[in-house]
């Protein structure tokens, strides 16, 4: 095929897709064992507090904390095991921090806190950098039991609210086309808290995860830090789909050197003109010569999409910290207790319960 029919092809195939008018070919869903769902559900809150206390002491056995000294005055430290443990029960029951302090002292065997604490404790603890750098390894902890098992991830973002009111997926659909395939965000008065991740298309499992407050930041300049998280928790990382604000060449060539193929939808105007990344016309000669097999791939990408609605679903309140710090770190902790939510699913969907078992998150 000439270079110029090529990018004809593409163009009107990128254009169906955009439509909605492209003719797909019917597949077969498959079962979904509500049964399974039914009994995850009905023990995901024990199963839920006692996976908490699980991963939170393996990683304070993999990073020892030594005991806190009583100091000469005031309340005696507490550790930083404790204050996670409550911080993700805080996250996971959808509390403020006063009503936090009576819940960690509600579920203090299930949860195994050492010392109880005050609310005050809780809000220090969110600009504590300690506990940003702890959520991480923890999210790194909970992807341990897929490692090796999962290689195709789907990247995208969403914004945070911080007010009342604020929808997201209202304000993304006022932005112009333009602006949304540019990767920008919306942008207002009130903020968000911005965030993108990478998700696992098998186990859905979140892998790499970047927040961040300042709205001139775009989507797609986060990349280079999604991927590096995600390859170094999945070194097996072998397919990405992203939609058309991954549509660039620095992105499909990025992949590529660290051998993974990706599958992301061009914008209309595309060209299959390499402009020096040899990369980008392999990427796209699958989409020319068979668009269903091409688009069958690239549409697993809902993965990512369905993690966001079920993230707002389960917990649709705004962030409720006021720092930009803060807020950042209490989005990441959602990301972490999603992932152990995950976790207490796939025992019971997969029939497995080295997804909840304390030996399968040793490294």
């Given at each position: 095929m000439r270079p110029s029919d090529a990018r004809r092809r593409l163009q009107e195939i990128d254009t169906q897709v955009r439509t909605r008018s492209f003719p797909y070919a019917r597949r077969a869903r498959p079962p979904?064992?509500?049964?399974l769902y039914t009994r995850a559900q009905t023990r995901e809150l024990p199963e839920m507090l006692e996976l908490i206390q699980r991963v939170v002491d393996r990683h304070a056995h993999?990073?020892?904390?030594?005991?806190?000294?009583?100091?000469?005055?005031?309340?005696?430290?507490?550790?930083?095991?404790?204050?996670?443990?409550?911080?993700?029960?805080?996250?996971?029951?959808?509390?403020?921090?006063?009503?936090t302090e009576g819940g960690v002292a509600a579920f203090r065997a299930a949860l195994g806190v050492r010392d109880l604490f005050g609310y005050k404790t809780v809000e220090r603890s969110y600009g504590d950098p300690r506990v940003a750098a702890a959520l991480y390894a923890l999210l790194e902890i909970t992807n341990r039991?897929?490692?090796?098992?999962?290689?195709?991830?789907?990247?995208?973002?969403t914004g945070s609210p911080v007010r009342v009111g604020q929808h997201y997926r209202s304000a993304r659909a006022r932005q112009d086309e333009e602006e949304r395939a540019a990767g920008l965000l919306p942008q207002g008065e009130m903020g968000w808290v911005y965030n993108v991740g990478t998700v696992g298309l098998r186990y859905g499992l979140i892998a790499?995860?970047?927040?961040?407050?300042?709205?001139?930041?775009?989507?797609?300049?986060?990349?280079?830090?999604?991927?590096?998280?995600?390859?170094?928790?999945?070194?097996?990382?072998?397919r990405f789909l992203g939609d058309g604000a991954y549509s660039a060449r620095w992105v499909v060539g990025l992949l590529d050197r660290m051998g993974v193929q990706a599958w992301i939808l061009p914008r209309r105007t595309v060209t299959m003109k390499s402009l020096g990344e040899p990369a980008w016309p392999r990427s796209l000669r699958g989409l020319v010569r068979d668009p269903q097999t091409w688009l069958a791939h690239y549409h697993q990408r809902s993965r990512s999409e369905a993690t966001w609605w079920s993230?707002?679903?389960?917990?649709?309140?705004?962030?409720?910290?006021?720092?930009?710090?803060?807020?950042?770190t209490e989005a990441l902790l959602r990301a972490v207790v999603r992932n152990l939510r995950r976790l207490c699913y796939l025992r019971w969907l997969e029939r497995d319960r080295r997804f909840t078992a304390g030996t399968s998150f040793a490294s």
């Open positions: 979904i064992p509500w049964s993999e990073h020892p904390e030594p005991l806190p000294e009583r100091p000469r005055g005031g309340r005696p430290a507490i550790l930083l095991s404790d204050r996670l443990k409550g911080l993700l029960a805080q996250s996971y029951l959808g509390l403020p921090n006063r009503p039991p897929v490692q090796g098992l999962e290689t195709g991830f789907s990247a995208d973002g790499g995860w970047v927040s961040w407050t300042d709205p001139r930041i775009g989507e797609i300049s986060q990349f280079s830090e999604l991927a590096r998280q995600t390859f170094a928790l999945h070194p097996a990382w072998s993230l707002s679903a389960r917990n649709p309140n705004k962030i409720r910290k006021r720092l930009e710090q803060r807020r950042e």
